[in-house]
């Protein structure tokens, strides 16, 4: 054999019926081209199951990844927060986020949040006026949701699902505070991944005790005690605090700075 076409390559071969990797890849290479080609000024929401493969659609999904994964890989350590985007200057949670994000810019953490009002203003507004990085990974609604003025970057995705990957692997601590759905879903979204090894264990700090009490306790009592659904080690994932003092200690303890 010719010593230049040997190869440490594994050779897969393919199932029998099925399509050979090169021809995926050659079907998704026309695909995408024709995306690129047909995608409409105004690109209509993926609202239920199509009825047919949309090239445009196939590229701007791919675009999506590739522009969210090549922001965060810019920053190497990152806190991501959560929480309503109705919390208002008035309120305790606020402020406690704002704070707890500036400290932890101060602390070399780029701070990661949707991009929009609320809690997720309040940590990009405590990253900004540190010098720090504030990051805004938004999400496109038929009802327009703003960003906060307060980002040293931002980027805006129209399908959920590759904002949520985006923010599910930006970063080395992920922290709560109160917030509607959203916050719930990101929150059991990251537990679940950690709870199943698809990622690595990170740091997951709830803020605010009478917020976050009455869940966990439905988490333990009905979960774990009535329902054996989840394992007593899976109540270990997440750490509930109560100070921007206690979340900072915390996590500096236990993130690599």
């Known amino acids: 054999m010719n010593e230049d076409l040997k190869s440490d390559v594994p050779i897969i071969h393919a199932v029998p019926g099925e399509p050979s990797i090169h021809e995926t890849a050659e079907r998704l290479a026309k695909v995408v081209h024709e995306g690129q080609r047909t995608m409409p000024q105004k690109r209509p929401l993926l609202v239920c199951k199509p009825n047919k493969v949309e090239s445009w659609r196939v590229f701007k999904i791919m675009s999506e990844f590739i522009e969210g994964f090549d922001i965060i890989r810019r920053h190497g350590l990152a806190v991501s927060f959560f929480g309503s985007a109705r919390a208002s200057l008035r309120d305790d949670v606020y402020t406690h986020a704002e704070e707890l994000a500036g400290r932890l810019a101060k602390k070399g953490f780029a701070v990661i949040t949707g991009g929009s009002s609320g809690i997720m203003q ?37 399908h959920f699902f590759v904002r949520k990957v985006m923010l599910t692997y930006a970063s080395e601590v992920y922290v709560y505070f109160p917030g509607g759905f959203g916050t719930l879903d990101e929150f059991f979204e990251i537990v679940t991944l950690v709870q199943t090894r698809k990622i690595r264990k990170v740091p997951i700090v709830l ?43 915390y996590i500096v303890a236990n993130v690599s700075c």
Not at 123 to 149: C, D, T, W
Not at 217 to 236: C, H, N, P, V
């Open 122 to 158: 309040a940590a990009n507004k405590g990253a900004f006026e540190a010098g720090g990085a504030s990051v805004g990974l938004n999400i496109n609604l038929p009802e327009s949701q703003n960003y906060n003025p307060y980002l040293t970057e931002k980027f805006g995705f129209d």
């Open 207 to 249: 803020f605010g005790k009478s917020y976050w009490e009455p869940l966990l306790g439905f988490i333990e009592k009905t979960l774990y005690q009535e329902r054996a659904a989840i394992s007593k080690e899976d109540m270990t994932l997440y750490t509930l605090v109560d100070s921007v003092d206690e979340a900072y200690d």
